[in-house]
């Protein structure tokens, strides 16, 4: 089986394809300490960085979709990933039967709307592709990631635990009307 990831290109982003050397980006983000706050709280090694790499590639292969790598055009790097992913983290069928989104952005390139291009591209994307309900869980205090999530349609499931601590599962039953 061999599919092809889309390229996406909004106004200041393209949504691509991780190539091999985009890896040395990617574990240098998902390493600092300001990304991962609120995404588990703990920073990943180069190893299990590796592993969420390569983990990334193989769910475009098994399901059709999975996560981009976000570029901005002003720097020509990427500054973080956007797309979706089955989790199976065992919160239950009502969250765990349905595809979650993710969306990770370097420090550097928050606060400039960069997430919500991004992010709105690639859920338009799934809206005409993939089709369907979608599912998030972001931290509770994590408000920039709950508003671009309140935007997109999403409405709270229920909050629950992870192995980190608090979270808030949310649900998008179908594209937002607006």
Same mark, same amino acid.
């Not at 981009?68 to 089955?86: N, P, R, S």
């Not at 969306?103 to 291009?117: F, I, S």
């Not at 992010?119 to 089709?131: C, E, G, I, M, N």
């Given at each position: 089986?061999?599919?092809?990831?889309?390229?996406?290109?909004?106004? +200041?982003?393209?949504? +691509?394809?991780?190539?091999?050397?985009?890896? /040395? !980006?990617?574990?240098?983000?998902?390493?600092?300490?300001?990304?991962?706050? =609120?995404?588990?709280?703990?920073?990943?090694?180069?190893?299990?960085?590796? !592993?969420?790499? %390569?983990?990334?590639?193989?769910?475009?292969?098994?399901?059709?979709?999975?996560?981009?790598?976000?570029?901005?055009?002003?720097?020509?790097?990427?500054?973080?990933?956007?797309?979706?992913? =089955?989790?199976? +983290?065992?919160?239950?069928?009502?969250? /765990?039967?349905?595809?979650?989104?993710?969306?990770?952005?370097?420090?550097?390139?928050?606060?400039?709307?960069?997430?919500?291009?991004?992010?709105?591209?690639?859920?338009?994307?799934?809206?005409?592709?993939?089709?369907?309900? %979608?599912?998030?869980?972001?931290?509770?205090?994590?408000?920039?990631?709950?508003?671009?999530?309140?935007? %997109?349609? =999403?409405?709270?499931?229920?909050?629950?635990?992870?192995?980190?601590?608090?979270?808030?599962?949310?649900?998008?039953?179908?594209?937002?009307?607006?």
């Amino acid at each position: 089986m061999n599919r092809q990831v889309p390229t996406i290109n909004t106004a +200041r982003v393209t949504l +691509r394809a991780m190539r091999p050397g985009d890896f /040395d !980006r990617f574990a240098e983000i998902w390493a600092m300490p300001e990304v991962v706050t =609120y995404i588990g709280g703990v920073p990943r090694s180069r190893n299990e960085a590796w !592993r969420a790499f %390569l983990i990334n590639a193989g769910h475009w292969q098994v399901t059709g979709f999975g996560q981009w790598a976000i570029e901005d055009h002003e720097t020509k790097a990427m500054v973080g990933q956007a797309g979706f992913f =089955y989790g199976a +983290r065992g919160l239950g069928s009502d969250f /765990d039967s349905v595809p979650e989104a993710g969306w990770v952005l370097a420090p550097e390139a928050q606060g400039r709307g960069l997430a919500q291009e991004a992010v709105q591209a690639a859920h338009d994307w799934f809206d005409r592709v993939v089709t369907g309900p %979608l599912a998030c869980m972001i931290h509770p205090d994590h408000e920039p990631s709950l508003q671009l999530a309140n935007r %997109l349609g =999403y409405k709270l499931l229920r909050a629950a635990e992870d192995a980190s601590g608090p979270v808030h599962l949310m649900l998008r039953k179908s594209v937002p009307q607006g």
